[in-house]
């Protein structure tokens, strides 16, 4: 069984650029969940699907971040005009259908740093 | 709103027994949970109490107080493997997200 996996790993971009991350959920998990997690903090919950439907969306997530999951497979996170602010770890999650929420299965992460 | 507190660091010796405690204020509860993060990892799954007690995975246990707004994790016989960052989470609403504590980074000295 696979796990949560994310593309890239790290991406440098400078300021203004814009930059999509990818999120491949384990195959049978409907719900994805997308975190941003800076040094020393608890990530921080963005945005949440179930299947292709996008459930939930936190009021940290700018008009510039949009995400999507059109197939209710993987997922996109793509932000746009990257600020300096924007650098850190952005974690992907997901749980199985039927599952409480309370267990999810995490992505190794894609490090942003924006110069 | 809703935020959870913890300890930002702990120290302790291998073979000993910690304690990570963890209180919370949340507009509706979802039980509480646990994650484990190693530096550079994913954060992982230890444990979850949405009833009042104690429960028990292998050394680790997690006990919650529902009327205290209160719960701990409990790591016993520590290992130096043990070193990581613990956070306690809670689900504020049916479904999605969790909120997550800010962590407490975990030391085991030989």
């Known amino acids: 069984d696979t796990g949560v996996s994310q593309d890239p790993r790290h991406k440098i971009t400078k300021r203004g650029q814009n930059v999509t991350f990818r999120c491949d959920p384990i195959s049978e998990h409907n719900r994805l969940y997308w975190y941003r997690q800076t040094l020393g903090q608890g990530p921080e919950f963005l945005t949440y699907?179930?299947?292709?439907?996008?459930?939930?969306k936190s009021r940290l997530l700018s008009d510039r971040f949009s995400a999507e999951r059109p197939k209710g497979s993987f997922s996109t996170l793509e932000i746009q005009r990257t600020e300096q602010g924007d650098s850190a770890m952005y974690l992907c999650?997901?749980?199985?259908?039927?599952?409480?929420?309370?267990?999810?299965?995490f992505g190794p992460g894609t490090r942003l740093t924006v110069t | 709103g809703q935020s959870l507190e913890q300890p930002s660091e702990v120290t302790a010796v291998e073979g000993a027994i910690v304690q990570i405690n963890c209180t919370y204020q949340?507009?509706?509860?979802?039980?509480l949970s646990w994650y484990q993060q190693h530096d550079g990892g994913a954060p992982t799954f230890l444990s979850y109490?949405?009833?009042?007690g104690l429960e028990e995975t292998g050394r680790f246990s997690s006990f919650l107080s529902r009327s205290d707004s209160y719960g701990y994790l409990l790591l016993q016989e520590l290992q130096m493997k043990d070193s990581a960052s613990y956070f306690c989470?809670?689900?504020?609403?049916?479904?999605?997200?969790?909120?997550f504590g800010q962590g407490t980074e975990l030391s085991v000295k030989p």
């Open positions: 109490n949405a009833l009042d």
């Open positions: 999650a997901s749980s199985p259908p039927g599952g409480a929420n309370y267990e999810q299965y």
């Open positions: 949340t507009s509706g509860f979802y039980g």
């Open positions: 699907f179930q299947n292709e439907a996008q459930l939930e």
């Open positions: 989470a809670t689900g504020g609403n049916q479904g999605g997200k969790l909120i």
